[in-house]
């Protein structure tokens, strides 16, 4: 019989996981796309390339938005935004002041200085610990390699440096704690196209274990997190969201799980590795290549995605000058002939680089090269990752507005629906975002 004192949310309830710890399971059935939770940002801070066009405070994107008459580097749609996100922008005003263009603490540490001024300022339970609470959080604090240990390091060195005059800070080992716990439970707000937005705690939707066969999907609202159901779920079933990027193969998936989160996953994908052989399609030739060979140019794809993933920010990382965009262009398209000779198209990591390229070409505004790379990632997408996946919806989205830039209404208005025929699965009918595609149709 069930505890009352276990902690419920409509139909929902936190329970003990085999093998997983904490874990959320359903009290009843719910249907494709429907919402189980949603969740206020304990926490959250916009990433610094979108101020200007998303506010500050509730993340909305829109043109006209108000200054921060102090810093003049926040944006807040009116003053009721600007009044909600006072208590926590007010850590960082002054500081931004004095510092200036110098003031670049990362989201990391931004994030924790909000939690440890959110701890003092609301030392009771928030709307966003329904289920779990902040204080609740795994660290993982006995399996950090002396790397992570010297980053955290480095994060708390950043904390005291731009918030020094701001914050009441506890000892350096609960620092250290605090910032683990950040690392293993922050999420990525993400846009329709999946552009970084910023990052955010959400205590209730951290309580999800992981699966790559996932039975809801995370989207976001502002900063509200909104979770919904990408498959029927029984009552008394585990929820499960995917902590990852479900297009690469078993053996990469776990790889990223124990660096990022400590653990291997048992799903019924991890197990059978049924995926894998299609993810990691060879060229059909009279002399296929040899097992070495394979294993060789996976180990080189490998390699090349590493370096990418370091340097994730790359448009804004490389000073915003067209050489370092071509010549990034130039490794991709040379990654890919090298790759070619071995893998098939729809290969992951033939898709990976075709990506990156499309990335590049759409910030040096070459829609010709983005369509053309999006083209031939769209298919093998839609086969490799599981239904109602943000990654296809947001291709699909690029598509649409490519075709429609490029005066091809057709195919634009076909893939602009493809779009929306999955994000209303997965954001929910009323999203903006939808709306917005939906305006995008009209006006074309």
Not at 264 to 276: H, P, Y
Not at 348 to 362: P, S
């Amino acid at each position: 019989m069930r505890s009352e004192a276990t902690p419920q949310l409509g139909g929902l309830e936190r329970f003990a996981s085999a093998g997983k710890g904490r874990g959320l399971r359903a009290r009843r059935r719910f249907a494709v796309g429907e919402l189980l939770l949603s969740c206020p940002a304990y926490v959250a801070v916009l990433t610094v390339s979108e101020r200007g066009s998303h506010c500050d405070g509730c993340f909305a994107r829109k043109e006209g938005l108000s200054k921060c008459g102090r810093c003049k580097q926040a944006f807040y749609c009116n003053v009721e935004c600007q009044k909600e996100d006072w208590p926590m922008h007010k850590l960082e005003c002054a500081s931004m002041c004095t510092f200036g263009q110098n003031w670049q603490p990362s989201e990391t540490v931004r994030l924790t200085a909000r939690i440890l001024a959110k701890q003092k300022t609301h030392p009771e339970r928030t709307q966003s610990e329904k289920l779990l609470a902040v204080k609740e959080f795994e660290s993982h604090l006995d399996k950090l390699d002396n790397e992570k240990r010297e980053l955290i390091q480095n994060d708390i060195a950043a904390l005291h440096h731009f918030y020094s005059k701001h914050l009441d800070y506890p000892d350096n080992a609960a620092l250290v704690v605090l910032f683990a716990q950040v690392n293993c439970n922050g999420f990525t707000i993400e846009d329709e196209e999946l552009s970084h937005l910023g990052s955010a705690i959400f205590p209730d939707v951290a309580l999800m274990n992981h699966s790559c066969c996932p039975n809801v999907i995370v989207t976001y609202k502002g900063t509200l997190a909104e979770v919904r159901a990408v498959r029927e779920i029984e009552p008394g079933e585990e929820i499960f969201s995917s902590y990852i990027d479900l297009l690469y193969p078993t053996e990469d998936r776990n790889d990223r799980l124990r660096d990022s989160y400590f653990f291997s996953c048992d799903c019924r994908e991890c197990t059978t590795k049924e995926k894998d052989k299609e993810k990691l399609e060879i060229c059909k030739l009279n002399d296929p290549p040899s097992a070495e060979t394979v294993k060789d140019m996976i180990k080189y794809a490998r390699n090349v995605i590493e370096e990418f993933r370091r340097a994730k920010h790359y448009k804004y990382i490389l000073c915003l000058t067209l050489t370092p965009l071509v010549e990034l262009l130039e490794i991709c398209e040379l990654s890919l002939e090298k790759m070619g000779a071995v893998f098939e198209d729809s290969n992951v990591y033939m898709l990976h680089m075709m990506y990156q390229a499309m990335g590049v070409c759409l910030y040096v505004q070459d829609w010709e090269g983005a369509l053309c790379y999006g083209q031939k990632i769209i298919r093998p997408y839609s086969k490799h990752y599981p239904s109602y996946s943000l990654n296809v919806a947001s291709m699909w989205l690029k598509l649409g507005r490519l075709y429609m830039a490029l005066k091809n209404r057709t195919a634009g208005v076909k893939a602009l629906k493809r779009a929306i025929a999955i994000m209303e699965v997965a954001h929910g009918k009323d999203h903006p975002y939808i709306s917005e595609i939906k305006k995008e149709l009209e006006d074309h």
